[in-house]
């Protein structure tokens, strides 16, 4: 079963363990307003003396007199005060939290400003994938993040809940993503979802024989390659007198081989992490009850692997959509465009007032934007106006690549109504993004290119190598703010 962060979190009056503080260069230190002042400044001498500067990384133990005896303390660096943001409180608690793990079994933490991302921090940089190794031992088991008074208690466990909603779910998103290709079969990724079913929560499981009732040629031709049957879910989220309704759609690739076009094998490793998008929709999922959110909501998720099995479908191949287009498979390795399109189709005629996909659909997206920016496009400027915002209180960075009309030229076709790919090295996200909108009709849609974003090749404070769990909070920022 998806294991949750190991991190357990409260609020707490001071404890015995490490006291943690931050601090922004010059010798701030925020969130310390509650210590005595020759303390605060005993503090910030002893950890100027350790090279300490503040800077966003930075970490030093130190010990000092409180309350008449010896107590360790730890400071992490915040960066500039003027450059604070929900993301470099993460940051900092993230690097804080790195510190601790090894060293100590409960830390007690004075959060600056913004509780609710230094509780995420400290969550998040928690999370390790164990599916295959024994148990991380480190040791770091409790944080209580200190509220100084009763009046600032509520404030603190409401963070520590909402930080806790979030963890969860970006933790399943992770288990997901890292688990080996083979043991995520769309079978078994369909089961593990029917655990997010619930008293507001459907979960609805689309067979391959459904799939081919429903004209979902484009989804079945790449499901041809083998490996399992595919499974396109459709998970529904309706709580009482909603009046919204989004629809969420997620690439579901469980391995992309490349499929006939193989990929190099270098290209294959992180080939696991093909299916964030869909995770990333299934992530949502497990938040949304609990943040009691009031639209109505719909997930679609095409499963299948790309692999090249005897009957893949061939470069040349044509293949008919949903709404009936025809698509001439040219590179079988611009595949999540092919499953999109069905999904995109089916979720257009259930009539939502916005549609948003998440996909790990171009290589070009890492190259234009790396691995901390979203490519997003869109039909509608007032929708991508409502995703930024939701990133900016999310700390996630998302980036408007155009849509421009003369590039659709470039996916015409002498055989088929499209072809699957443009011109080799030319503006490949946006192509893949016009390749979709084929399938959107007029609702307002936003596509977001997470190839970069939903994986990353370093350890980092508030995550390691592996899946991130990139867009569930901007996501859930989004669909708490209608
Ligand atoms: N899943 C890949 C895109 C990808 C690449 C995600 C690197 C994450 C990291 C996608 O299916 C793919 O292979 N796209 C091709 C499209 C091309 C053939 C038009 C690509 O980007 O090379
Ligand atoms: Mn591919
Ligand atoms: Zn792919």
Redesign the pocket.
């Given at each position: 079963m998806i294991p949750v962060s190991s991190l357990s979190l409260a609020a707490t009056d001071e404890r015995d363990a490490p006291l943690c503080l931050f601090s922004h260069p010059g010798g701030v230190l925020a969130g310390a307003g509650a210590l005595p002042p020759a303390l605060r400044k005993d503090l910030s001498a002893q950890a100027a003396a350790e090279g300490f500067t503040g800077e966003l990384g930075e970490c030093v133990g130190l010990r000092a007199d409180r309350g008449g005896r010896s107590r360790r303390f730890l400071i992490a660096g915040a960066g500039r005060r003027e450059d604070a943001s929900p993301e470099t409180w993460r940051r900092a608690a993230g690097v804080l939290y790195q510190h601790a793990r090894g060293r100590f079994e409960e830390i007690s933490v004075l959060p600056g400003p913004d509780a609710r991302a230094t509780a995420e921090g400290l969550m998040l940089g928690s999370y390790r994938f164990s599916e295959y190794k024994k148990a991380d031992p480190s040791r770091l088991a409790r944080a209580g993040l200190v509220f100084a008074g009763a009046a600032a208690r509520r404030g603190i466990e409401k963070a520590c809940a909402e930080a806790a909603i979030i963890a969860d779910a970006v933790a399943m998103v992770r288990d997901l993503v890292d688990r080996a290709p083979s043991d995520k079969t769309p079978e078994s990724i369909a089961a593990l979802a029917q655990n997010l079913a619930g008293a507001q929560t459907k979960v609805t499981v689309i067979s391959k024989a459904e799939a081919e009732k429903l004209g979902m040629g484009a989804f079945l031709g790449v499901a041809r390659g083998g490996g399992a049957d595919p499974v396109f879910l459709h998970l529904t989220y309706k709580p009482k007198g909603a009046r919204r309704k989004i629809g969420l759609v997620g690439k579901g690739?469980t391995f992309?081989s490349?499929g006939l076009s193989l990929k190099p094998a270098a290209s294959m490793e992180?080939?696991k992490?093909?299916m964030a998008g869909a995770a990333a929709v299934l992530g949502v999922f497990k938040a949304l009850p609990q943040f009691k959110i009031r639209a109505e909501v719909h997930g679609f998720c095409p499963f299948t692997y790309n692999l090249p099995g005897p009957d893949a479908v061939r470069p040349g191949d044509v293949l008919k959509a949903m709404n009936g287009k025809t698509i001439e498979v040219l590179?079988t390795?611009?595949?999540?465009r092919l499953v999109l399109a069905d999904a995109l189709v089916y979720a257009c005629r259930q009539k939502f007032d916005a549609i948003v996909d998440l996909a790990?659909?171009?290589?070009?997206a890492?190259v234009a934007l790396g691995s901390k920016v979203t490519g997003a496009m869109t039909n509608n400027r007032a929708l991508l106006a409502q995703l930024f915002s939701a990133s900016k209180r999310a700390g996630e960075t998302l980036w408007e690549l155009p849509l421009p009309r003369e590039y659709r030229e470039m996916i015409k076709s002498s055989f088929a109504d499209l072809k699957n790919?443009g011109k080799p090295g030319e503006a490949?996200t946006i192509i893949g993004g016009l390749f979709l909108q084929e399938f959107v009709d007029d609702t307002p849609w936003v596509h977001l290119d997470i190839?970069g974003t939903a994986w990353t090749d370093s350890d980092t404070p508030t995550c390691p190598k592996g899946g991130t769990g990139a867009l569930v909070r901007t996501l859930v920022e989004y669909l708490k703010a209608l």
């Open positions: 690739i992309d490349g992180t080939m992490m093909d590179n390795d611009a595949e999540g790990t659909l171009t290589g070009a890492v790919i490949g190839a």
